[in-house]
Nanobody, 125 residues
């Protein structure tokens, strides 16, 4: 019984910043990779960023690279620092984790097993 809980969403002005947090608890799962996805109305869930827990290496979608930063915290917590935000970043953001270890980066939502409830991020122009 793995539970992922996102927090930190809200309304920000274009160009502003927001920091999302994801806390994992319960059960057991791979600690190697955790990721962030987002889903805007009428669009499919898309990859945002992921991080290797042990090595700290990161993977970003081109749409957020240079603006967003994913990082690790203690006690199975990951963060997504979002800077220079754009209205196009408006979406529900989800934290996700695969159930098993993967030796490669995972960019498809089908490759993740555990999901948070999502947190709404709205960027106004």
């Amino acid at each position: 019984q793995v539970q992922l809980v996102e927090s930190g969403g809200g309304l920000v002005q274009a160009g502003g910043s927001l920091r999302l947090s994801c806390a994992a608890s319960g059960g057991t799962f791979s600690m190697e990779i955790m990721g962030w996805f987002r889903q805007a109305p009428g669009k499919e869930r898309e990859f945002v960023a992921s991080i290797s827990w042990s090595g700290g290496s990161t993977d970003y979608d081109d749409s957020v690279k240079g603006r967003f930063t994913i990082s690790r915290g203690n006690e199975r917590t990951v963060y997504l620092q979002m800077n220079k935000m754009k209205p196009e970043d408006t979406a529900v953001y989800y934290c996700a984790a695969p159930a098993r270890y993967s030796s490669r980066w995972l960019r498809s939502h089908y490759e993740y097993d555990y999901w948070g409830q999502g947190t709404q991020v709205t960027v106004s122009s």
